[in-house]
Structure formats: C-alpha cells, structure tokens
C-alpha cells in the first residue's frame, strides 16, 4: 500500500485536492489529509496546498512543525508537490502582509501584481489573476507527461513567483508580466495554479506526480 | 497567450435537485446537479454555478451532500450561492468541496459579513453577488440600485458605490445580476456591467439577461465581464457550450477550447 499524505496545517480546503488525488490514484494507494509529522514522514508522496494569506500560511506551518517535516521529505528525496500558497511558501520570501520568510527549498521570491494592470493592448486586468491562463512549459520534465505544450490551468492568486535560477522554471505564464508557475528541483514539483481543479489537464498531472519516483 | 474569459452554466437546485430541468437528451439524470455538472464539464464549461433555492433549513444538509458528489466527480471549480449568511455557512460548504460561496442578502444587511468571511477564508473564495436595477429616469444619468428578495425590494444602495465597498471589504469577485434583464433574454445590462468593471480591480461576472450567444460576445467585449454565467440558453439545449465558445473566439475574444 503506497500513501500520499495531504498536508493539513489548518489553511483552507483541502477536499478539492484529496478527491482530486483519489480520483487519478491507484487502487493500492491511499490519500490522507493529515497534520500528523509521523504519517507525513511516512508517505510516498506529499502534497502541500494553501491558499489564503501567506502570512497567515507560514504562522500555522510553524506552528505546526511542518517546516520541519517538509524539510525532512525533501531530504529524504520523496516527491513533494506544491499547490498555490504551497509553492509560494518554498520560496525564500514573499513581499505579501508586508513581507514574509518563507521556507527557502528554492531560492526565489514572490511579488505583487499591482493595481491597474493592462495588457499589450491597453486593456484592463483584473486582480486577482482568476481564471484559466495558458502555462509554456518552459522545460521538460515527467509531470507534463501527456499534456499538451501551452495547455490552460485554473489560477487564482494575487501575487506571482519568481525563482532565481531560471534552470528551476519548469513552467511560465504571462499576465502583464512573465513569472514561474511551475517550479522543480529534484524531488520538489511546485505549481502555481490548482491542478485540482484545471480538469483534464490538472488531473493528468496529479496521476503523473503519483507515477513519479525520482 | 493570455487569460481565457469564462463561461459558467448556473445551476437552481431546490432540495438537491435542479430546477427548471435541463433538457439534455443523452443524460441518465437531468434532475441531477452533479450528472449536468459533470456533462458541463465534459462541454468544457470553466466553472459551475450551484444557486441553492431550498427554502426549509431542514433541507440544506441535501447541498451539502450534493456538493460532496460534484467535488468528487468534477474537477473545475464549482461556486455556492443561496443562504451563505454565517461563516459557518461557508466553513460547511468549503469543507464539502465548493471553492467559492457567493454572499448576496447577507452582504447587504451586514457588510462586515463580507469582511469577515475575507478574513478567515481568504478573498479568493468570497463572491460577492450583486443585484443591481436602474432607478434612473429617461433623460437622467444611468443609475442603478441594490435589490433584495429577487429584485422586489430597493435598498437605496449605489449598486457602483455598493461595489466599491465589497471590493474594499474583501471580495474576491463580483456576481452582478442585472434585475431588469434577468430571465427576459434581452441581453446583459451592458451599462452597469462597464461601469462596475471599469470602477473595480477585481474580477466582475455579468449574469442576468443572457438570450443568444451575442449576449455573451456583448457582456465581454463591450460590458468588460471578466465571465459570463448563463442558466437557460445552455439549459434548454439551444446552444452548447463548444458553440458559445467557438462564437465568442471567433469575435476575438480569447477563450479556453
């Protein structure tokens, strides 16, 4: 029996994500939404959500010890996969509440979009950037396995990552500005969008996280 | 290589079924909110509307069941709206699986709800849903007023300034209905919807009025809608969603295919 564990520091809705999760596994793995480190420990693969505010996000993921457990995970090379506020939080800090260390698994930062935002045509953007964007696979990797070059995922976020080693984008976006919202380094896969809930597209790379053993 | 505007189907359920049935020849179950939520999906719909219109208290516990299926089932993202009045309320039907709850009358009575419900689940899930009238006159400037109960009570609220408001408090998108249009077909209230868009940051769905698929191509291009929701055009099997979409990209607006 494989087990993936859903981290659960007490930040939002997790359901979206464990049904996601069971719908893509394998008969022989089971999902558990959990803040308990032995189970985290334990896992084959683990999944980090958030949404919310970040600031909010790094108190409970302190408070909780998850820091230290997800430090752990990526130590000992299991998959560890990111979602949202999950990946914004492996950064090293984040201009949110009025700025924010965070976890620092990749080296990075995660900034603002700002107020009146217009595209190439003079046009408004709104924010948050909510909604359906198209993602370029900046790399190849194993979880764009089967999906499509520039395939569209659901995002809503207000802020937008940037890793300092361009190496580490494994996939970008662009809204008003470039940024990353896709992350890999080693055994961590990081996304800015919800694969949870992008169909086809996010559940295709759900089961390839599942499939990957690194 | 940019955002796609939205189209999101709008379902009533009462007591865990849908109102107004959806004429789907092929679907086991047109009663069903999750089999049409999934066939929507499956049509490539970019989000869900459930509009719970279940009167008794008693009967709500069947939304939330019926809420669990579709986060079970169909993997985009599905918004509440009816009767979300306390944070429990919200709390219930994010943990059952809805990614956003839409607030209406209780903004209205308790702004602070709104603030709230931001606050402790984060502005990304709160939808404000706005019901707006014109109140102005033929010759006076366009304006238009906040309504409750379906549109038959005026609340003297600036429906622009009421708008302002939810967006400083929090919201995270704005469900504008237009009163006047809602359920005649003649189209969005394209004034409101422009001035409303254009006044705020955050993103704004037209809904209310939604007749043919220029309708739709209209609320976007000359309302500035960030989405459209639509009930009975895409109910009643006049139009798919692949056609409203291929229309709508065919009049350059970019959509997700």
Redesign the interface.
């Known amino acids: 029996m494989k087990t993936v564990a859903v981290i659960d520091y007490g930040m939002?809705?997790l359901?979206?994500a464990s049904?996601?999760l069971?719908?893509v596994a394998s008969k022989d793995t089971r999902v558990i939404v959990t803040s308990d480190p032995k189970v985290i420990r334990q896992a084959d693969h683990v999944v980090l959500p958030g949404?919310?505010?970040i600031r909010d996000c790094m108190a409970e993921i302190r408070a909780k010890g998850v820091d230290d457990v997800v430090h752990e995970v990526v130590e000992s090379q299991r998959p560890l996969l990111g979602i949202c506020v999950g990946m914004q939080v492996m950064l090293n800090h984040s201009e949110e509440n009025g700025g924010v260390d965070c976890l620092g698994l990749m080296p990075g930062r995660v900034k603002f979009f700002g107020?009146g935002l217009v595209?190439e045509t003079g046009e408004?953007?709104?924010?948050?950037?909510?909604?359906?964007?198209?993602v370029?696979q900046h790399r190849d990797h194993p979880l764009w396995k089967g999906i499509d070059d520039?395939s569209?995922f659901?995002?809503?976020?207000s802020y937008h990552a940037h890793a300092n080693d361009d190496a580490m984008a494994v996939g970008r976006?662009?809204?008003s500005v470039d940024f990353d919202v896709a992350l890999a380094r080693d055994t961590i896969f990081a996304v800015q969008f919800?694969p949870?809930?992008?169909?086809e597209s996010?559940?295709k790379l759900l089961e390839n996280f599942l499939n990957w053993n690194p | 290589m940019g955002l796609a505007k939205r189209i999101i189907p709008c379902l009533d359920v009462d007591n865990g079924r849908v109102v107004k049935g959806v004429q789907f020849v092929d679907i086991r179950d047109a009663g069903d909110p999750v089999e049409v939520a999934r066939r929507y999906n499956e049509e490539g719909a970019d989000e869900i509307t459930f509009l719970d219109i279940t009167a008794s208290h008693e009967d709500r516990d069947t939304m939330v069941h019926t809420v669990e299926r579709m986060a079970s089932e169909v993997f985009i993202p599905l918004t509440v709206g009816g009767g979300i009045r306390k944070v429990e309320d919200i709390r219930t039907m994010l943990n059952a699986g809805a990614d956003k709850v839409s607030i209406n009358t209780a903004a209205v009575f308790n702004p602070e709800f709104v603030q709230e419900a931001a606050d402790r689940f984060g502005s990304q899930c709160i939808v404000v849903a706005i019901d707006a009238k014109k109140v102005s006159l033929s010759g006076e400037p366009d304006r238009w007023e906040i309504f409750t109960h379906g549109g038959r009570k005026p609340t003297g609220l600036d429906a622009i300034e009421w708008a302002r408001k939810m967006e400083q408090l929090g919201a995270g998108e704005i469900l504008l209905t237009s009163m006047d249009q809602d359920g005649v077909k003649n189209g969005y209230d394209i004034g409101v919807t422009r001035s409303i868009s254009d006044a705020l940051e955050i993103p704004v769905i037209a809904s209310g009025g939604a007749g043919n698929l220029d309708h739709l191509v209209e609320g976007v291009k000359k309302g500035k809608a960030d989405a459209v929701l639509a009930a009975s055009i895409f109910h009643f099997g006049e139009y798919s969603i692949p056609e409203a979409k291929a229309y709508m990209a065919k009049q350059g607006i970019e959509m997700r295919i």
């Open positions: 939002g809705n359901h979206s049904k996601a069971e719908h949404v919310g505010a107020k595209d408004k953007l709104k924010v948050p950037h909510m909604g359906w964007s198209q370029q520039n569209r659901y995002f809503v976020h976006c662009h809204y919800h949870e809930k992008s169909a996010g559940l």
